[in-house]
Structures are given as C-alpha cells and as structure tokens.
C-alpha cells in the first residue's frame, strides 16, 4: 500500500496533482519558496496559486528537501529545464524504491533526452510518464479529469495509478514511454500552430483543416521516433493535443496567437514560461537528424524562430498539406 507521497511544485499544477492524490494517501507538497509552505501548512491554502480553494488535511508542505526522505512516490511538477538538478538532489535522500513521475512536457535542451530518459539516467530505474488533458484550474477544483501514464514497469504503472485513480480521475496505463511523452512534446508545437492560425484570424476550415493534418502525421512522427501510433488516440495524444490547441488555458497557444498577431513577447521581462518555443528548436534539429519532415513543426519554426511573415509562412503551409 502507498501510504506517502511527495509532489516537487507548488504552483498551479503541483497543487492539482496534490488534490487528485489526496483522494488516495497523504501528500507531502515541495515548495521552494518557504511563504508557500506556510500558508499551506498553517492555513490550508496556496494563497499564490487558489486562494478561494481550501486543501485537503491530508496534504501538507516542505521546503526541505530531507522531508521527502521516506516518499514511495515522488511526482515531479516543475518545468522540464529544471528536472535534472530536482532529481539529482532527490536522488541521494529518497529509497531505491522511490518512484519519480514526471509531469514536464518537454525535452532536455543540453541532450535532446525526453524526461524519463534524464531521470533514469540519474536514478538507474524506470521512471513514469504522466500525460493528458490535464487543466490545472479544473482538477484542483475536484472536476472530472483524466490522464495517460506510462512506465516500462508494470509495477510501478499499478502503484502510481493505485494513487491517481478516483471515481473522478481516470487514469490509462501503457508501456509505450516513448510515444507518451512524445505526444506531449509535439502538442505543444500543435498548439502553437493553432494559436498563429487564430491571431491571423484563419477561416475555421482552413484551420481545422490543418490541425487534422497535424494530428495526423503526428502519428506518422512517433512511429519513426520508436513509439506507437495508437498511443496518439489516447488521453495523452488526443485529449491533449484538442486541449491545449483549443482552449485559451494553454500558454503555448496563446504564444501562437500573439505571433499569428504578429506580437513578440518578451518571456525575460514578463516571467512567463513557454515550453513549446524551446520544444520548437529542439525538435527541429532531432527531427532534421532523423529525417523526419513535419509541415507543421516547418510552420511554426518559420513564425516563432525564423520571424517569417505568418501569412507567408501559412501559404507555404497550405500548398504541403
């Protein structure tokens, strides 16, 4: 039986994590800043993040990392470009039988490594992926949700789904690592692509025209990366991808919309994190070593690296789809 578990994160998605959990066991939320820890632990709220929302008893906080010494499972919500040295640090204070569960969707800049590759790499066992249409504001409201998860251990699938699962919450297990994650790193370009598509103001035709080509060969794509193809109709690949390319909670689709706008934002100055710009370049060289072609990767890179003219990079668009 899983009895402790530990959240790294204590902003918007660490603390829907911590609430789906807390239907199951009692969870120990890391947070860096020690205001946080406070607030949740004498108050019962993450002022910062839902003031209005009141945590369950059984969740409480940290912002030392020791605390975390006797966690059976650890869930990594923070961003991907800060997974390595969160999990370095864990690596010498949790169990051997700690399992890591990332969250991030993206991929190492240094390595091109997915996150269960950078986690295992430093853990030497099999880490898990968590991936879907997970919207913050929603599940830490307790709101019907669901999510794909992903581990070459079926051990380590049934104890993390053991503590996820609700009658709210669902949860699909698989082994295709490779694929899962995959789906959630090209959703972000995805939805970058929808997002400039809006700011042109695109038919909706036009547009939905693209997104089908889209998810279409985003098919085509994890087959040649390793992966399965019909991982892609999963709460990973499909919810995901209709999620964050639809709905103006994603960020990545709002970074598309200024562009498509022709709105340069600066992330420096505003703090704002857009995992899918640096997804862009990554899988633009990962993909031109594997010879891989992606019309709509081809888009994106031309609006948001190259700065080209949306509406000459979407004629160009259109004549390969």
């Avoid at 251990?153 to 049934?158: H, M, R, T, V, W």
């Avoid at 992330?267 to 899918?276: I, M, N, P, Y």
Wanted: proline share 2%; glycine share 8%.
């Amino acid at each position: 039986m899983i009895k402790k578990v530990g959240v790294i994160g204590a902003g918007s998605m660490g603390t829907a994590v911590a609430r789906t959990i807390a239907v199951n066991s009692k969870v120990l939320i890391y947070a860096r800043r020690e205001e946080i820890s406070r607030d949740i632990n004498e108050n019962g709220f993450n002022s910062e993040y839902f003031p209005n929302i009141k945590l369950d008893d059984n969740i409480s906080a940290t912002s030392d990392y020791t605390q975390l010494k006797d966690m059976d499972i650890i869930f990594l919500c923070t961003p991907s470009s800060v997974v390595r040295d969160v999990v370095s640090k864990l690596n010498g204070i949790v169990g051997e039988d700690c399992i890591f569960v990332s969250t991030a969707k993206g991929i190492e800049k240094e390595t091109n490594k997915r996150m269960t590759e950078v986690i295992e790499e430093i853990i030497n066992r099999p880490a898990v992926a968590f991936s879907g249409p997970n919207i913050a504001s929603e599940m830490v409201n307790g709101l019907y949700a669901s999510t794909t998860i992903a581990c070459s251990d079926n051990g380590c699938l049934d104890k993390v789904k053991s503590v996820l699962e609700s009658n709210i919450f669902k949860v699909n297990t698989n082994n295709d690592v490779i694929g899962t994650e995959f789906c959630g790193i090209i959703k972000n370009v995805i939805a970058i692509s929808q997002g400039i598509c809006e700011g042109m103001d695109i038919n909706n035709n036009a547009k939905f025209t693209v997104f089908t080509k889209s998810f279409n060969e985003t098919k085509d794509i994890i087959e040649k990366l390793g992966g399965t193809r019909s991982v892609v109709d999963d709460y990973c690949g499909f919810g995901d991808i209709v999620t964050a390319s639809t709905l103006t909670v994603s960020r990545n689709h709002t970074l598309g919309v200024l562009h498509g706008q022709r709105i340069i934002i600066d992330e420096k100055a505003s703090g704002v994190l857009f995992e899918g710009k640096n997804t862009t370049v990554i899988l633009k060289q990962l993909f031109d070593e594997a010879g891989v072609n992606s019309v709509t990767l081809n888009f994106v890179y031309d609006v948001i690296i190259n700065r080209t003219n949306p509406k000459i990079a979407f004629n160009d668009l259109w004549e390969n789809i």
